[in-house]
């Protein structure tokens, strides 16, 4: 058992100017593109963490190409094939998205992944790729896929109501099936809406004719993918935990590189960060955000941004008032049952928070130091390292988690609070 992390405390306003890594979900569609393309790709600034460090071992295991060319990639497209063993680890982006690229593969190709991996939702996107013509065995992680070398594709009806990464992962190589590909949902709403956007937008841009004019149906006609160049924005959800760090103490962050337009959800952090009475500023510097005195709690839907949850529950716990976080019963589903794990480790160190079906109620108590489980939960580590700053002792028992998606989490942390950079 590696030594807990005891988040640093800072005893003044955080005062910083941070550059944060690039985005996972923009690198992991850029390379399964890449991939699939028809011409070679350079993928800018990616991210390189475990997340998309998996995805491009996964690629290379089925024949693709990459290299490195300073910290950019190069990738050269082939035709997939196996036998190959696929490692997702606790990626969703990988999970979902790859195995529709590896069913115009040939050979057979066995996906895992770790312990919390085997539970996460994968039935959905499994039974839609037989639909479509794919063989495979089994119905969450570990599962193998006999590829033909080829799909069918064509229609197909899905409740995505779980997860949107089983509509973007169907997207991402529909263009490649044979007939093409049209997903229609059945269900509750689909979360993470501006995940589907950001797919979308990435298939237009590599010469792919998208069609998402009706409610709940997309549809993606068969032909090619472009080669091209892919520049990799900053993670603004990765970005939170640092913006965070302004609000909770009263202090100035100023993120670089903010992009003006882009379909990230990570975004909507401005909206909500003023909701709590914090002051927001976007210009040619980045975004800059300052805290106030005392923050004020929320009551927010956050279906379309359930990825900010954590880095909000977090600031909730330190507000006046209560705040009611709506829209998320999927994060049941994420790296861990992230309702549970926030109201557990929330009501652990003097915390009074409720669950309810679809998100959780926080009211503000006095907190203290005490254990923060991760959950092995890159977003629950960095939420404990948020309260940590103004709650003496909490020590978070998985800092390492946080490798998921920034290769160096603590390091980052401790020079913001020198000042950044
Ligand atoms: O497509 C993507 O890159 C993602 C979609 C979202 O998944 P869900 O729709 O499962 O929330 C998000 O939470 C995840 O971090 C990344
Ligand atoms: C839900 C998340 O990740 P994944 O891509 O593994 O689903 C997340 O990063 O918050």
Redesign the pocket.
């Known amino acids: 058992m590696t030594q807990p992390w005891v988040a640093p405390v800072s005893a003044t306003p955080v005062r910083a100017t941070v550059s944060i890594p690039g985005s996972?979900?923009i690198t992991?569609?850029a390379l399964i593109l890449a991939a699939l393309a028809d011409g070679p790709s350079a993928i800018r600034t990616p991210l390189r963490s475990r997340d998309t460090n998996l995805m491009v071992e996964a690629l290379r295991s089925l024949g693709a190409k990459i290299t490195d060319d300073g910290e950019d990639w190069l990738v050269t497209p082939a035709a997939l094939h196996g036998p190959a063993d696929v490692d997702c680890g606790l990626a969703?982006?990988v999970m979902?998205?790859l195995p529709p690229a590896a069913a115009i593969g040939q050979g057979e190709i066995r996906f895992d992944g770790d312990e919390y991996a085997r539970e996460r939702p994968m039935e959905t996107i499994l039974n839609a790729l037989r639909g479509l013509g794919a063989d495979i065995t089994g119905d969450r992680l570990p599962f193998t896929l006999h590829g033909k070398g080829s799909l069918p594709g064509g229609e197909v009806v899905i409740d995505a109501s779980?997860?949107?990464?089983f509509v973007?992962g169907l997207l991402l190589s529909g263009p490649r099936y044979d007939k093409g590909l049209t997903i229609q949902h059945d269900g509750k709403p689909?979360?993470?809406m501006p995940?589907?956007e950001?797919?979308v937008q990435m298939l237009r841009a590599a010469g792919v004719d998208v069609n998402d004019s009706s409610a709940n149906t997309w549809q993606v006609q068969p032909g090619p993918i472009r080669g091209r160049e892919w520049v990799i924005e900053p993670d603004l959800?990765n970005a939170t935990p640092f913006l965070a760090a302004a609000a909770v103490t009263g202090g100035t962050v100023t993120i670089t590189g903010w992009p003006a337009e882009t379909t990230q959800?990570g975004d909507d952090i401005r909206g909500i960060l003023s909701q709590m009475g914090c002051e927001v500023t976007l210009d040619a510097n980045g975004l800059t955000v300052t805290g106030p005195t005392r923050l004020s709690g929320v009551d927010v839907d956050l279906r379309d941004v359930?990825?900010l949850t954590p880095t909000i529950a977090a600031l909730a716990a330190l507000a006046e008032g209560q705040s009611v976080l709506r829209g998320i019963a999927?994060?049941r589903?994420?790296e861990t049952d992230r309702l549970a794990a926030l109201a557990e480790d929330l009501n652990g160190i003097g915390g009074d928070v409720t669950e309810t079906e679809d998100g959780l109620i926080i009211r503000p108590r006095p907190l203290h130091g005490g254990a923060w489980k991760a959950f092995a939960d890159h977003r629950m580590a960095t939420a404990g390292a948020i309260l940590g700053l103004v709650v003496e002792g909490v020590e978070v028992d998985d800092i390492a988690s946080t490798t998921k998606t920034i290769p160096d989490f603590p390091g980052m942390w401790q020079r913001m609070l020198g000042g950044g950079q």
Not at 162 to 165: A, Y
């Open positions: 996972k979900s992991n569609r969703g982006t979902r998205f779980g997860s949107s990464q973007s689909v979360p993470s995940h589907i950001m797919t959800s959800p359930g990825e999927h994060l589903g994420h």
